[in-house]
């Protein structure tokens, strides 16, 4: 079960298909907020994908990821990448339990996927 609370963040989508899918999986599992910072996806598009989420993404809130930061107690990025040097953002792998166990420690927290193309910046 994903603790109340918890949404899910899409840093500058792209692809349709992503978003669409995204919600259908965010209605699966009874997320209620998504967080769209500075879409390029035509959200019409993504509905087609969503199947019988686009309810989700009628409610997406487009905003920034500095509001984002403000309206979350804990943000989750993710990334494939491991870090190349040590000037990179220390990444660590997490686990279902220590994820629920994280997201269940705060009021708000938020689950934040970079770019579909580049990823999360180090700054982000």
């Known amino acids: 079960m994903i603790p109340d ?6 840093v500058e ?3 349709p298909v992503n978003v669409g899918h995204l919600a259908r999986l965010l209605k699966n599992f009874g997320v209620k907020k998504l967080y ?7 959200i019409s598009v993504a509905a087609v994908y969503a199947s019988h989420a686009s309810d989700v993404l009628d409610r997406a809130i487009v905003t920034t990821f500095d509001r984002v ?10 990334t494939s990448v491991r870090a190349s040097k040590k000037s990179n953002v220390i ?3 997490t686990g279902p339990d220590r994820l629920h166990a994280l997201l269940s420690s705060s009021r708000t ?4 996927f970079g770019r579909d193309t580049t990823g999360l910046t180090n700054e982000e």
Do not use: F, H, M, Q
């Open 91 to 93: 990444r660590r792998t």
């Open 13 to 15: 989508p792209k692809y």
């Open 109 to 112: 927290s938020s689950i934040v």
């Open 69 to 78: 930061r403000k309206e979350n107690e804990l943000l989750v990025a993710t």
């Open 36 to 42: 769209l910072v500075k879409p390029t996806v035509d």
């Open 5 to 10: 609370g918890v949404s899910v963040t899409l």
